[in-house]
């Protein structure tokens, strides 16, 4: 039978879904990925009409296949790919092939930074064909596939999966054959990602440190008076809030430590804060710079309305995952990674 029969029809549809799709998979890192997947095929409950006199089932196999996907955002996409799910054996000289294109949605949910659980459903285009003494009898038609797995990201654009699909009564039903089953696939499968598109960073604002100046006494032209003019330097002040994954909030705890700085900014008028969130690497470069966008964006938020601090002297800022503090290969070092630094320059002060 030609693959082309019951390619053709899903092909379509994914193209159609995807041309459809919600173009914040942009915004949410990288939206398309292709896979290849290996592992085993089980076959179970055979219909009572099963090839007759009853003989033993060879009921496992060797499967796999691959895939394309499309992220519509963060957590769903859409997948499509041509799955081989090997032969199921009626006997030592009559089996039939199984084999055909998946259409389904994949639903995510992160556990934390580096792992990922997913859920899959949708239809499964299939083909039968008969081998050895059943080669005369095909079939093909759609039924329904769902599957569970779990997905570890090695980077932004490589990851592996672990995964188990069930797909619910294959036929193979031309006369005067009328048989069906259900196949189970469990196995491995790797990924690579890619798509997202480019980020343009704004430049960060260069903070110089003054250095400390004592400046000479200033004579002022009066008769027999002198006034002496002193330069005081006020040191800077920096106060760093950690984050959970992938949250743009914080507890209250966290927003008082923010007092010192609020006062710092009350007592000195001329004084100017920057805020500058950061995230750890887990997930895309977009999607951090977003998220890192939102920290800082809460915290001058914060600082302008609790203290009444006018927003033209806060100067915000992300940096997504580009500016790390510790290495982002370990949980230790990602927690100290998903911050906001909140810090005044340092200022001179006439004092008379």
Same mark, same amino acid.
């Given at each position: 039978m030609s693959n082309i029969k019951y390619i053709l029809p899903l092909a379509l549809l994914a193209s159609g879904a995807v041309n459809a799709a919600d173009d914040t998979a942009a915004k949410n890192g990288n939206p398309w990925y292709v896979g290849a997947r290996f592992g085993g095929t089980y076959s179970s409950d055979f219909s009572d009409k099963?090839?007759?006199?009853?003989?033993?089932?060879?009921?496992?196999?060797?499967?796999?296949?691959?895939?394309?996907?499309?992220?519509?955002n963060r957590w769903v996409g859409i997948e499509t790919g041509y799955t081989?799910?090997?032969?199921?054996?009626?006997?030592?000289?009559?089996?039939?092939?199984?084999?055909?294109?998946?259409?389904?949605?994949?639903?995510?949910?992160?556990?934390?930074?580096?792992?990922?659980?997913?859920?899959k459903a949708g239809v499964f285009y299939y083909a039968t064909d008969g081998q050895d003494q059943l080669s005369a009898y095909d079939d093909n038609g759609m039924t329904a596939t769902a599957g569970l797995g779990m997905e570890y990201f090695f980077n932004k654009n490589v990851s592996a999966r672990l995964e188990y699909q069930y797909y619910n009564n294959i036929e193979l039903q031309d006369a005067p054959i009328d048989t069906n089953w259900d196949t189970q696939f469990y196995g491995l499968s790797l990924v690579y990602a890619w798509g997202a598109a480019p980020m343009v960073l704004p430049e960060e604002p260069a903070i110089v440190q003054p250095k400390a100046v004592m400046e000479k006494p200033v004579v002022v032209a009066k008769p027999q008076a002198k006034v002496t003019a002193t330069v005081i330097e006020i040191a800077p002040l920096t106060i760093e809030l950690?984050?959970?994954?992938?949250?743009?909030?914080?507890?209250?705890? +966290?927003?008082?430590q923010l007092a010192p700085i609020a006062q710092h900014l009350v007592d000195y008028p001329d004084a100017q804060l920057f805020v500058v969130g950061h995230t750890d690497?887990?997930?895309?470069?977009?999607?951090?710079?977003?998220?890192?966008?939102?920290?800082?964006?809460?915290?001058?938020? +914060?600082?302008a309305t609790k203290f009444a601090i006018d927003k033209s002297r806060i100067n915000q800022s992300g940096r997504g995952e580009l500016q790390p503090r510790a290495s982002n290969k370990n949980a230790e070092g990602q927690s100290l990674n998903r911050r906001v630094s909140a810090f005044t320059p340092g200022l001179k002060i006439e004092s008379k």
């Open positions: 099963a090839i007759s006199p009853p003989v033993d089932l060879d009921r496992t196999d060797i499967g796999g296949g691959v895939f394309l996907g499309y992220n519509i081989h799910l090997g032969d199921v054996g009626f006997s030592e000289s009559a089996s039939v092939e199984q084999q055909g294109i998946d259409l389904v949605g994949k639903f995510n949910l992160y556990t934390n930074d580096s792992l990922q659980m997913f859920a950690p984050f959970e994954f992938d949250s743009g909030k914080l507890p209250q705890k +966290y927003l008082d690497s887990r997930g895309s470069e977009v999607y951090n710079q977003k998220l890192s966008e939102q920290r800082a964006a809460l915290i001058a938020d +914060y600082l």
